[in-house]
DNA sequence: CTTGCATATGACAACGTTGTCCAGGCTCTA
DNA sequence: TAGAGCCTGGACAACGTTGTCATATGCAAG
């Protein structure tokens, strides 16, 4: 073994353990470095017999390449950014899958974290993901505010947002149809007789809150009906007060003959008030959920598609990387309708 | 502005968009190159008027330090990989949001990929993320033959793995207590009446499975009960098979009384076809899912702390890291039997 | 005015890889 | 056998950052 190769154990000694390099393995195979590079590649121009020795080295020394080193030399990371939400939230896990699909098709690698719906770290996590040289970012906005990536946008990190539009910021958004969603759910529960109408839902400074919110108001209007306050409860989202709220709305004199739940957690005790009174009362939920169907009755939901949103999103940023695109777009996907039973429950008289 | 600010900026155009560096910065602030570096990075030793002028020249040219570089330089990446079997898979989003969250406390990224069940994809997604060189690695097996991370491991990647053990190699590993919950739930199905109880699982080589259907054994072995070979189907994991076999075991002149049903997808399909039959039948499932206990009857379910799990796994990778830990070791935590009523129908006469 | 010292700043190498370019040896043809 | 052309292989710079070390500046003390 030639003395450079022991000299270059040695200093490498200390750093990602004691990793080999493309040079300690050169030195080991008696070669020079590019031609380790080479094989490393499968460029053409090295001899069998070359490539053999250079394989051998390899194998011996356990090296593996230094993508961080060639990610620096070469300009593009192939990974991208998914800022998400809450990993945790079954809503997000097929979205993510579907990025993570698309990015594999195109060889790219996925890092992502949560925001846990704070503005602030959707921010320090999107930047953190610039800084490491994402070659673009998937974003579910937590915030409304989306100006701090405008030099990230300029330097050319491809960035598409989904789930919610971004703020005071141009660029590329896949939404659900949020308002024809919620119009057409509670359309159906006006279908089946249905006037006094209750929604529950999430903060209106919420974009898609807001926008289930508008396509519930324009279904009844659409039939004539004077919406009272009373039949709303905006911001109410974590159980008990979704309790409370229902349970307000099915009391009084002049109670509610159905609820239009304005999301999946909302949905779900919704459920279970329903389940504990005697009056049968119609439900509509925005989401579907896994099991909707094995109740009694079944929940019927305005179904979207988190993989197409997923999926749309990532193929939208590949396409910004491969250039083909070039003015930011704003596409709505359909939210699909699927009676189960309980959103045919006729009016109690 | 000094000349070599321009040209340094032309020659950076094509990289990266074109994102200025610390030396498009020192040029601009007129200042040197280790001088950004030292403001940039909090240190010590400049002049409160240099730094301004430095930051200044960072807000203007929007300059983000390139952490792909840093990380080249210093040998530590802040990420850690996570391996897991499908991202939409609702039993690893809360696993994954764990491990997520340690990360997070401990100033590192995760990158994750699904391996899709497939040994292969899950060693070229390991090995992808070694060459991007993370500083630990999470693993939920794939595959049993893990030697392919042995070079990895000897240079010192930090990895531990999750839910099923390391195959072929020496590794930390974290696991649910598959023989104990199982055999709990059989037991719990026993004390209710039962003995003819049914079993249905996935393949016994997969590692989870073979422990339940032990777990199964165990119980009824203690009970003083031979198990038939009729009421086992293992290997069956899809809704269409998994209603075939419980049909079977439900039809006949000796049917089953009960039904232990291996993991999730199992227990959902079971809850089917037990709702069309007309002979109550008790069933218990592994793994807990979501509205389990709104089903008429509750599901009764072996719990997993999935979180727990991937807390674990991930405490214990920084501690590797660290240098706090030394030995590899097995760790295995509880499950929970949580009774809703499925599991404490008595045996039909 | 010189010496000594602290502090602010910059020049330079190094991290591990890839792209460019050149050299040496070979084959082929005239 | 010489010249052209091809094939193999290596030297060197560059990617953007940080660590080391040297220098310049200012100020106090002799």
Same mark, same amino acid.
């Given at each position: 073994m030639p003395e450079t190769a022991r000299r270059s154990d040695h200093l490498n000694a200390t750093r990602y353990g004691n990793r080999p390099t493309m040079k300690d393995v050169a030195a080991r195979a008696g070669v020079g470095l590019k031609t380790v590079s080479r094989v490393v590649n499968g460029?053409? +121009?090295?001899?069998p017999e070359t490539e053999r020795r250079v394989q051998e080295a390899i194998d011996a020394l356990g090296f593996r390449r230094n993508d961080s080193a060639r990610v620096l030399r070469k300009g593009r990371t192939a990974s991208i950014g998914l800022v998400l939400e809450d990993l945790a939230d079954p809503f997000y896990g097929p979205l993510s899958r579907a990025v993570e699909e698309v990015a594999r098709a195109h060889g790219a690698l996925l890092i992502n974290g949560s925001s846990a719906e704070d503005p602030d770290r959707e921010q320090e996590l999107a930047l953190a993901l610039c800084a490491r040289r994402v070659d673009g970012l998937v974003v579910i906005p937590? +915030? %409304? %505010?989306?100006?701090?990536l405008e030099p990230e946008l300029k330097a050319g990190v491809a960035t598409v947002f989904v789930d919610r539009p971004a703020g005071r910021i141009d660029a590329d958004v896949v939404l659900s149809d949020n308002f024809g969603g919620a119009r057409d759910g509670v359309a159906h529960l006006i279908a089946h007789g249905h006037r006094r109408i209750g929604f529950i839902g999430d903060m209106p400074r919420i974009h898609t809150a807001a926008e289930r919110l508008r396509g519930y108001r324009a279904a009844l209007e659409d039939a004539g009906t004077q919406v009272e306050d009373s039949w709303m409860s905006l911001g109410v989202t974590d159980p008990q007060r979704v309790r409370r709220a229902a349970e307000e709305m099915l009391a009084g004199p002049d109670p509610v003959t159905a609820i239009f739940a304005g999301n999946n957690r909302v949905t779900v005790t919704v459920v279970r008030v329903l389940a504990e009174h005697s009056r049968p009362t119609a439900l509509v939920g925005f989401d579907d959920f896994e099991l909707a169907d094995l109740l009694q009755p079944g929940v019927t939901v305005i179904a979207q598609d988190a993989a197409a949103l997923g999926r749309t999103a990532a193929e939208r940023l590949f396409r910004q990387l491969d250039g083909t695109l070039i003015a930011p777009e704003r596409i709505e996907l359909p939210t699909r309708l699927i009676a189960r039973g309980s959103g045919e429950v006729p009016p109690a008289v």
């Open positions: 460029e053409p +121009g090295v001899t937590a +915030g %409304d %505010d989306h100006r701090y």
